[in-house]
C-alpha cells in the first residue's frame, strides 16, 4: 500500500514539474528570439547611421576640403603597425587601404579642422589622421 502512495505522490511531483519545464522552455525561447531581434534591429540602424559619401567638388575634391600640393610618408610610431587610408575624414568610415611605415604618397588637400589629410597612395586615395605623417608640402 505504501508503494502505490509513493508512486501517485511522484506522478503528482511529475505532473507538477511539467508546467515548471513548459514555463522555463518558453522564457528559453522568447529569449532566443529577443536576441536575434537585437541583432537585426542593430544591423538596421547601423545602416541608417551610416555617414554619407563626402560630396565633391567640380576640381575632384571633397568639400570642405583646403587643396595642398605635396608630398607624404607614413612615420614609424611606438605601438603602430600600419595607418588606415578611410573613405571619410572619420575614423568609423570605410577603411580603403592599409598603410606601412616608411610608404609614400601624394598630398591632394586637408580638412578644414586640419586632423585630416586627403591624400593618394597608388591608385587608393582617401583620408587619414595627420599625426602619423610626415608632410611635405609644395608652393
Do not use: C, H
Not at 511531483?13 to 511539467?18: H, L, R, S, W
Amino acid at each position: 500500500m505504501s508503494e502505490t502512495k509513493t508512486k501517485k505522490k511522484d506522478f503528482q511531483t511529475q505532473k507538477q514539474a511539467q508546467p515548471a519545464m513548459q514555463r522555463w522552455m518558453i522564457v528559453a525561447l522568447i529569449g532566443l528570439l529577443l536576441l536575434a531581434a537585437g541583432f537585426a534591429f542593430r544591423d538596421s540602424i547601423a545602416a541608417v547611421f551610416r555617414p554619407a559619401p563626402t560630396p565633391t567638388l567640380q576640381g575632384g575634391l571633397p568639400a570642405n576640403t583646403i587643396e595642398q600640393a605635396g608630398f607624404v610618408e607614413v612615420i614609424q610610431m611606438p605601438d603602430v603597425r600600419s595607418v588606415y587610408l578611410f573613405a571619410e575624414p572619420n575614423p568609423q568610415a570605410e577603411k580603403i587601404a592599409e598603410l606601412q611605415p616608411g610608404e609614400r604618397g601624394e598630398l591632394l588637400g586637408q580638412d578644414l579642422g586640419g586632423e585630416w589629410l586627403y591624400v593618394r597612395f597608388g591608385e587608393k586615395t582617401g583620408w587619414t589622421p595627420i599625426y602619423f605623417f610626415s608632410v611635405t608640402a609644395v608652393e
